[in-house]
């Protein structure tokens, strides 16, 4: 196994055991960011000599210390995840030269896990949107059509996993941040249940929505990521009692005789023929492997997104009030005239804020409203049980329910600027994860017709990502779309 | 002022009906969410933490122990616990807010519907509390006393986050003054079960009043105004008289009332307006998804009220019942558990309560008041004096000597009856020696007899005062009346000694 052979984390281990160093894989997708990623922009910031110094003494330590189960595997951080010493600003102006005093608790998991950060990841400006073109930094490119977008918000972190820029990632997951992306750039994707990893540190967008997960090549990688993050936190009131199995073990098992539950009335319309085509390709690779196919009713599944266009606005209308200009970060320039509290706060607001944030806040300040959050906020929380009973109906007699990941393959860079209401549907499918709060991956699923790739959605029970990973590690052995790289990507598999 | 002012409005036929919000800081060693310290007076900017300062990705984690100093505090209120409540979010902008919104209960606060029973001097009242809820506080702008205060403003961050509980009550008070005399009360409570520390210099117990006026016998409520920036019992009644003046002037020249929020300006003895209702911020509450709901147990409730000592109000009825107290001496000697204690032990070594209650009332308060003191730094031990209470009713003392004995007592350590003996202060209760006296005072003053002979019974006091004077105030007083008495009403003879 020579450096620039190195994909995933049995890769790095493999390296390592054959006497290569945390510092020379470090270095290796340090040198392969500085050659690629120029063009893709997965990177707002390379965390150059941190990551040496921290593989250094992960070398020090020893590799072979069974307390670090991810020794020198370098790690790709969303830009809204807190990482001491570096910048963190969700992309957004308004945390220009924010500097967080503090590591979110994944962050500090996965230092204690022998994880090296090698850097943070583009992003939609607070996780809003799903292209990552809301950046202050400007786009992030799909690696596999430099023309079209990775998908968001989480789309740096997608797109440097799948270029070969970093072996694994972390990113967050509102309405579909982390398996959108996964879904337009390849890869394995994964949303834990809500509560299954701590989101202190995690900038907040929607907090009963929000989700930190694993971006990786292979279910495997996915699997011992998950592992060094997941578990309950005492510095997240919301994180989970619920005990986390060992994954990698139950990898190796096969879910016998499995029940796969498929809404075929809700891929009726609207979804692109050859997202249908290649899904429906991954159903019969499932149901060749023994996998019982059933067509499962999920009712409400309409209203997932304009529930999630309440919900998630209103939450990040709070979310956002601290940004404000006053103890941290992007303050406007005042002028002599303007000089008084209220204008500072506007104007810093204004500026510091784009346009797609501006427009969810609004929104969220509107439904929260006196007068109006009945009609509104209240009601599309009534809708969120209503949706989590359609999938309690359905696990009564279904191990996973799948769906497409997305409705199209991945579109131009800029195609949808002008047409929010457009691309708010393209969540149609990964709303729902993050309304019920259950666990959902995305895996790739074979190629459109224009040679994008197409993403295959699992969503199980509540605490179950051992069955998705599970079913998602089968399908992969039959169907290891994960060897094929971008043509933008560092090396060429 | 505030009589004229209450009778002025009475006599107007204007009635005022109050509601209080005070908000109290709990006692607890770490802040609400976060463990930063609480401790008053530290250097600004101290005790702080992404969590408290607010940084991006910052999560609030409950305080236990802030739940059960509110579970505490409703309970000695009366109130319901609601074994489910919830926090909500108000939302509003402000620089000392780090999050832009506070923590708090809206609609399901942790204790509901309870009240405050107690008997004024004016009679009976029951005050009913609407809720009491927790939240945090928000940090602290300081706009003066810094070198650039005229360019900047500074902000404080200690304060942030400490836990606080918020009482409401219905607007069930009727005077300025009762509404002062329910906050104290109200603050005692609070000392009593360890919630509060009563401090409201340092703004760790503050107040804000709704006032409104309508005609007397009137049920309907007039518009009510708010009146904040109160941090004292005599600053709530000056405001509140201030506004029922200028309401009831208002509603007497035909005008009407607006509703909305003034500020007490103590410095220039009125209210200002801060904002109006159309001013008014819309919190936009909802339910804070970064704490699951806080559910609390039966088992936990009972425990909390369980380990909650007497109250104030309970402990003066229990004085008045078992000691047979007058009210008002019940009720000062049940206002603090430390006194209260004081009494009690008191009581139990002399085996006299109400001797116990006059010398607690009397002696011991006069001591502590003339020192500025309280009852934790009393120079006499509650055995001591129970022990000096007896000499006097086996009468081996009379009350005078008590007196004097207490003075060379107080603060000495010195036992009474060892200063009895060593200054020779016990009563002369002996019929022998104390006639002796009697005759000889009665040939010394033929004058002031002839008088008592004469009808002039006051004549007598004079006599036993020379008694008095003769022996040191020794003397048993009431055998000194007897044997005076029955000397000069004994025919015109001289007083015979062998009787």
Sequence with gaps: ?493 | MSDEVVSDASAAGIEPVIGLEIHAQLLTNTKIFCGCGTRFGAAPNMNVCPVCLGLPGALPVLNRRAVELAMRAGLALGCTIQRHSIFARKNYFYPDLPKGYQISQYEHPLATDGELAYVADDGPHVVRITRVHLEEDAGKSLHTAIGDSDRYTYLDFNRSGVPLIEIVTHPDLRAPRAAADFFARLRAILLAIGVNDGNMEEGSLRCDANVSVRPAGESALGVKVEVKNINSFRFLQRALEHELVRQTELLRAGGHVVQETRLWDEANGRTVSMRSKEEAHDYRYFPEPDLPPLEVSETWIAEVRAALPELPEARKQRFIRDYGLPAADAAHLADTEERARFFEDTAASAGNPKAASNWVMGEVTRRLKAAGAGIEVVGVTPAALGRLIRLVDTGVVNGSAAKAVFARMYGSGREAEDIVRAEGLSQIGDAGELTEVVTRVIAEHEDAVARFRGGNEGSLGFLVGQVMRATRGRANPKKTNELLRRALTAREAAPRTDE
């Design chain 1, 1 to 493: 196994m020579t450096a620039s052979s190195i994909q995933t984390i049995a890769d790095i281990r493999t390296a390592m055991a054959e006497g290569l160093t945390a510092v020379d894989i470090c270095a290796q997708y340090l040198e392969r960011i500085a050659a690629h990623d120029g063009p893709i922009h997965a990177f707002t910031h390379v965390a150059k000599e941190q990551a040496l110094e921290r593989a250094e003494s992960i070398d020090r330590r020893g590799a072979e210390d069974p307390d670090l189960p991810l020794a020198g595997v370098p790690v790709a951080v969303k830009d809204n995840i807190c990482t001491r010493g570096l910048p963190t600003t969700a992309s957004s102006r308004i945390l220009e030269g924010f500097v967080a005093p503090y590591d979110a608790t994944v962050i500090d998991r996965l230092t204690k896990a022998g994880a090296v950060v090698i850097g943070k990841t583009n992003c939609d400006e607070f996780a809003m949107g799903s292209t990552t073109e809301h950046s202050v930094s400007g786009p992030t490119h799909n690696p596999w059509d430099l023309e079209r977008v990775p998908g968001g918000s989480s789309g740096g972190s997608a797109a440097a996993v799948a270029a070969r820029l970093s072996p694994i990632a972390v990113g967050s997951d509102t309405g579909g941040s982390i398996r959108q992306p996964a879904a337009f750039c390849g890869i394995v994707g994964l949303k834990p249940t809500y509560g299954r990893v701590s989101r202190y540190g995690l900038l907040a967008f929607a907090s009963s929505l929000d989700q930190i997960g694993p971006f990786a090549l292979t279910v495997s990688d996915a699997a011992t990521l998950l592992q060094a993050i997941a578990g309950q936190d005492s510095c997240d009131a919301t994180s989970a009692v619920e005990a986390v199995p060992a994954f990698d073990a139950a990898l190796r098992e096969p879910v016998p005789n499995p029940t796969i539950g498929v809404p075929w009335q809700i891929l009726e319309d609207g979804v692109d023929p050859d997202v249908h085509t290649a899904f429906s390709a991954a159903i019969d690779v499932l149901r060749g492997q023994g996998a019982k196919i059933v067509d499962v009713p999920l009712p409400h599944a309409g209203y997932a997104v304009p529930t999630y266009y309440v919900v998630a606005p209103a939450e990040a209308s709070s979310n956002l009030a601290r940004y404000d200009g006053v103890r941290y970060a992007y303050r406007a320039p005042v002028d002599a005239a303007g000089a008084d509290l209220t204008s500072m706060y506007d104007r810093t607001r204004d500026t510091g804020f784009g346009d797609e944030v501006k427009r969810r806040i609004m929104l969220g300040t509107y439904t929260l409203s006196a007068g109006y959050y009945d009609a509104y906020y209240l009601k599309a929380q009534q809708v969120r049980t209503l949706i989590r009973r359609d999938y309690d109906t359905a696990f009564e007699r279904v191990d996973a329910i799948a769906m497409p990941t997305t409705p199209t393959p991945a579109f131009g860079l800029g195609e949808r600027s002008d047409d929010p209401l457009q691309l708010y549907m393209g969540d149609v499918f990964t709303a729902s994860a993050n309304l019920t709060g259950l666990p959902a991956i995305s895996l790739p699923c074979g190629y459109g017709a224009s040679g994008l790739p197409v993403g295959l959605q699992l969503t199980g029970r509540a605490f179950d990502e051992e069955t998705l990973l599970r079913l998602g590690a089968g399908y992969e052995r039959d169907a290891p779309w994960w060897r094929d790289t971008p043509p933008a990507a560092a090396i060429r598999g």
